[in-house]
């Protein structure tokens, strides 16, 4: 589990009046460890709507690869967000003005688009012969100190939305920029910013999941690809996986396709099960606590067989029972992960409540690994299991986890 910190800066407009929040990763490491597009692309809906305002927009600092379906899919539309890129990023990646796909696919999700300008993009930008660079944007951003010199709303023809300048500091500098026609300003001068602390899993142990989720319920192998690509992470370490001499592959893997093919599903899950309780290193060897959510999950996977539950059902419940362990590891309730991922009713309410054929079959596990011994045949899902089977099962899978991991 990371910790990430925001700062929630307040917007207004030339009269003074609230019109809406710059919420951002400030101060976040000596070489942006923590960048806006990570932090932003690891929050679900449910974990970033406490900090937006539903009645005024939000501007999420972000980069051009944080636009992706899986960030956009994420946010909750029903606010007003404005999804804010920089100019120069956008330049750097060889896209050209008026970036017309970008907003296009911002504006197709719900959301405003905004362009982060300095001078030096601005020369660029107006060097392309091309349509008017600001055309398709609702907002511009340019920092106060370019503006005070300067960049005002003069240099941005066929822009239709709102200049906003950011980081204001005094009633001096304000007054300036106000008689220069801005429309919107963001700084310390207004009101004191508010620090918010943010916990959130890595982008690759969220891919992790939600692909492990699909390989367990035999999905098509093509949506399996499409999760694995929403986390580029994932899938250099999976490719990574496939190309390294322990394969012996005579031409290299380049296909995410290809490589999930040639793992096949059985070790595809092993392997993202051994990535969620990887440490922030490129060790893969497993650890004593991934041994121990192995086993409860393959555990899990058994009783719910022997309880007659449908071979996608007692799949899912291998999830559900790596998850009790790797909140151990995140410090969330895996509950919340597993609303949070979509991961479905049944896992969700097995792993908070207990509840429901799964949930049955965690309890047992629980005493199972636990020093509480089975003394009587447990009941899941209306069908006694006798105990010494489910013993006999413990130990079974208790050597499969020292055998391949």
């Known amino acids: 589990m990371r910790q990430f910190f925001l700062t929630r800066f307040p917007v207004f407009d030339a ?19 923590f960048a806006p597009d990570v932090l932003f692309n690891t929050l679900t809906g449910p974990a970033l709507a406490p900090y937006l305002d539903p009645d005024s927009p939000t501007f999420l600092p972000l980069t051009p690869e944080g636009t992706g379906p899986n960030l956009l899919g994420f946010l909750p539309a029903d606010f007003p967000l404005v999804l804010e890129l920089e100019a120069g990023d956008l330049l750097a990646r060889h896209r050209r003005p008026p970036f017309t796909d970008t907003t296009e696919l911002i504006h197709g999700h719900g959301f405003a688009a905004a362009l982060r300008v300095t001078r030096a993009d601005w020369g660029q930008l107006m060097a ?15 920092p106060a100190d370019e503006a005070l010199e300067g960049l005002g709303p003069g ?11 950011r980081g204001v500091t005094t009633p001096a500098d304000f007054q300036f920029l106000n008689n ?17 602390n943010v916990r959130a899993l890595r982008p690759d142990r969220a891919g992790a999941i939600r692909a492990l989720n699909a390989v367990l319920r ?44 040639l793992l096949g599903y059985r070790e595809l899950s092993r392997w993202l099960s051994l990535l ?41 419940g291998y999830l559900a029972g790596i998850l009790l362990v790797l909140q151990a590891l995140l410090r969330q309730p895996a509950h919340n992960m597993a609303a949070d991922l979509d991961l479905g009713d049944d896992i969700y309410h ?11 079959a965690l309890t047992v596990v629980e005493r199972l690994r636990g020093s509480d ?28 986890a020292i055998d391949h991991f």
């Open 155 to 165: 240099h941005f023809p066929g822009l239709a939305g709102q200049l906003l300048v």
């Open 218 to 261: 035999d999905q098509e192998v093509e949506q399996v690809v499409a999760l694995l690509e929403d986390y580029p992470d994932l899938v250099l370490r999976l490719l990574g996986l496939l190309n390294s001499p322990v394969f012996r592959r005579t031409k290299k893997i380049t296909s995410v396709e290809r490589a999930v093919v």
């Open 276 to 316: 969620l309780f990887m440490g922030d290193t490129d060790d893969y060897q497993p650890s004593l606590l991934f041994r121990e959510a192995y086993l409860r999950g393959a555990l899990t996977q058994r009783i719910l067989q022997r309880a007659q539950l449908p071979e996608e059902d007692a799949r899912g």
């Open 15 to 33: 009269a003074g009046n609230g019109a809406g929040y710059d919420i951002s990763p400030r101060d976040f490491g000596v070489e942006d460890e």
């Open 373 to 400: 011994w089975l003394d009587e045949d447990p009941l899941v899902n209306g069908v006694r299991l006798p105990v010494n089977s489910l013993y006999g099962d413990e130990s079974e899978v208790t050597r499969e």
């Open 350 to 360: 097995a792993v908070r409540d207990r509840a429901g054929a799964m949930g049955e």
């Open 180 to 196: 220069g026609g801005f429309a919107l300003y963001e700084g310390t001068f207004f009101a004191d910013p508010v620090d918010l």
């Open 128 to 142: 392309d012969d091309g349509e008017p660079p600001f055309a398709g944007w609702d907002y511009v951003v340019v």
